[in-house]
């Protein structure tokens, strides 16, 4: 069955059958997104046990702040010319 003929059959449904359908998609889906972080952080934690292992790493580094801190975060402004273009007219 494709998508547009479960749409429409879903579609065919009274709408309080078709509410109680989406809650429990909305259900499915949240988990799915909970099992998916759970995945990935495993890997992330083995990725950086690899590297412990090989050396790369000499201690395994310990997260100061938060996925959300992370992203809200804005670097600092610094005054002066960028050090990219400091690099840029010395290298000429």
């Given at each position: 069955m494709s998508g547009t003929e479960i749409l429409r059959a879903i579609q065919k449904l009274p709408f309080s059958e078709q509410r109680a359908l989406a809650e429990q998609l909305q259900q499915a889906l949240s988990t799915a997104e909970a099992l998916t972080a759970d995945a990935a952080a495993q890997r992330e934690r083995e990725f950086e046990l690899e590297m412990l292992t090989e050396g790369f790493f000499a201690h395994i580094?310990?997260?100061?702040?938060?996925?959300?801190?992370f992203d809200e975060y804005e670097p600092p402004e610094i005054a002066g010319e960028p050090l990219s273009e400091q690099i840029i007219r010395e290298r000429i």
């Open positions: 580094p310990t997260r100061t702040m938060t996925d959300e801190e």
